[in-house]
């Protein structure tokens, strides 16, 4: 029996370069400060103030930013990679 693998014609996403890569680590980065900064919020409020606030706000302004700057550029890189020029599709 064939496995999944041998029935897919082509990779289903394009190689990773180093900047999609590097995009990936710094959403992923953002997204995990948002969640730290969610957990500890209360202890980090009665610490230092007004600032914990503007601090969720720019770490999720960061990481919804990033995010939607990898996904474009992830699916850019997928496109452009399911659709380049073969010599086998002859």
């Known amino acids: 029996m064939n496995s999944w693998r041998n029935l897919v014609p082509a990779p289903l996403a394009a190689p990773e370069t180093r900047g999609l890569k590097a995009a990936r680590l710094r959403t992923m980065t953002g997204l995990f400060l948002v969640a730290a900064l969610v957990v500890s919020f209360g202890a980090l409020r009665a610490l230092s103030g ?34 380049r020029e073969r010599d086998d599709a002859l």
């Open 50 to 83: 007004i600032f914990a606030l503007a601090l969720f706000a720019g770490a999720t302004t960061f990481a919804l930013v990033q995010g939607v700057l990898w996904v474009r550029a992830k699916n850019a890189a997928d496109d452009a990679w399911l659709m």
